[in-house]
């Protein structure tokens, strides 16, 4: 009997051990389509990392945004994976807040070449690769046939800004809750600030000039916003200030968006029919232009990384790994078909005969990510990168701030001439309290 029980406890203090031995892992992430669907499928990690457990944090991107920030700038230690974009990428490296992922760069069946290369070097810095793309995007124009077939519109491959205002008024039909556009209003540096530094980039327009000169007062600025807060007024939805990528995801689903102009990674949720009502009325098109030579799409990755506090880098490296492999990419398409795979990181994924065939809008969506040129953005020359975002640590608190201007011009509660005005005045105290020029 004694013999038995000491059995039994010597059993229990092994599972026990086995127990605390499992190393749980914090991943911080955003409440996006790709995101969630990638927790429901963890269950594979877990059978190939038995001592590997998740613990997931998942948030609305602009408290997702605030939260990661303070925690690494605080050196909180909260989180062992971050979810983190293109733009946190170069500044948080250089500041020392994040490991590079040595391990992946090095291993053969991971294949970084195999990451499409405008992706890959804004998550690149000195040679080293600092996150794994989870998905990748430019952004597009996403519109209905029917709605466009009925007005006796033929939407371009590549529409000007004149056509696509032209045609949200000519198949806008507010009686019945189909709105002719939809757009971001939603106030945060990469809410609507996202589609309007973008939009503007096409205006002609600029954040600074060379010397780090607020470019609010200059007309091209003042041509964009007049521009968008009229299109939107005239045809987009009530309520658009208060709208986000998720908030105007659900209004096209549900077939009350004629067009709407936002992240390339949104397609799939709209041709599918699970999903979406339009699903089989949906076509694609590049983001518009003025005509100058630059089209108003941006350039961003959804990213995971390792703070450079965390204690268990192992563990954090090995869930990254298995999130942005191909092998990944295989188990979306085995479970939610092909149709479902994270877009816009791997060139293998684009040269798939089976994708090009559930995916309508593949090829639009790899033109668009090619197109987009951080590293010369605008028309005219800037001293910054970056597409929809100026790579510099300030834009974070200038960008949210300008972005609060602009959603009040749009929900009228102050002119357009006005929140230019508050904008240039803001972003240059902020950048002369900064130190710019630098």
């Known amino acids: 009997m004694k013999l038995k029980t000491f059995l039994l406890g010597a059993c229990s203090a092994l599972v026990f051990a086995g127990m605390a031995s499992a190393e749980t892992l914090t991943i911080a992430t955003v409440n996006n389509g790709d995101m969630v669907r990638m927790q429901k499928l963890t269950d594979d990690f877990k059978a190939k990392n038995p001592d590997i457990d998740l613990q997931w944090v998942t948030l609305e991107e602009n408290v997702l945004r605030q939260k990661v920030t303070t925690d690494i700038a605080t050196k909180g230690g909260q989180y062992d994976v971050l979810t983190i974009g293109t733009y946190e990428v170069p500044i948080w490296s250089k500041l020392g807040w994040l490991a590079p992922l040595d391990k992946l760069t090095a291993d ?114 003042k041509d964009t916003l007049d521009f968008y807060v009229k299109l939107m007024k005239d045809a987009g939805p009530p309520g658009a200030s208060s709208n986000g990528f998720n908030e105007n995801l659900s209004l096209f689903q549900t077939g009350k968006c004629g067009m709407w102009i936002d992240a390339t990674v949104a397609a799939s949720f709209v041709s599918d029919p699970k999903q979406s009502k339009v699903a089989d009325k949906v076509g694609f098109a590049l983001a518009p232009d ?104 300030e834009f974070q608190g200038i960008g949210t701030a300008v972005g609060q201007q602009f959603s009040a011009a749009l929900a009228g509660q102050i002119p357009v001439d006005q929140a230019l005005k508050a904008a240039q005045q803001l972003t240059s105290r902020e950048m002369t309290k900064a130190g710019y020029p630098k």
């Open 108 to 221: 053969k069946n991971y294949d970084v070449d195999d990451i499409l290369p405008p992706i890959r070097s804004g998550l690149t810095v000195n040679g080293k690769l600092y996150a794994a793309p989870f998905y990748g995007e430019s952004s597009m124009v996403m519109y209905r046939k029917d709605l466009f077939e009925k007005a006796g519109l033929k939407m371009p491959d590549a529409p000007t800004w004149d056509f696509i205002a032209d045609a949200a008024r000519k198949i806008a039909d507010k009686d019945h809750e189909i709105y002719g556009i939809c757009l971001r209003g939603k106030a945060g540096w990469g809410e609507n600030m996202a589609f309007l530094t973008a939009m503007s980039n096409s205006f002609g327009a600029r954040w600074f000039d060379e010397k780090w000169k607020p470019q609010f007062d200059q007309p091209e600025w």
């Open 290 to 393: 003025k005509g100058l030579g630059k089209r108003g799409n941006w350039l961003w990755a959804w990213s995971l990384a390792v703070p450079a506090s965390s204690k268990k880098t192992e563990a954090a490296e090995k869930f990254i790994e298995w999130a942005t492999s191909k092998d990944y990419t295989n188990l979306v398409a085995q479970k939610e078909g092909w149709l479902n795979a994270p877009p816009g990181t791997r060139a293998s994924l684009y040269a798939n005969a089976d994708y090009q065939k559930a995916a309508p809008f593949a090829k639009m969506t790899l033109d668009s990510i090619n197109a987009a040129d951080p590293a010369h953005p605008t028309v005219k020359p800037v001293p910054y990168v970056g597409v929809q975002f100026v790579a510099i640590p």
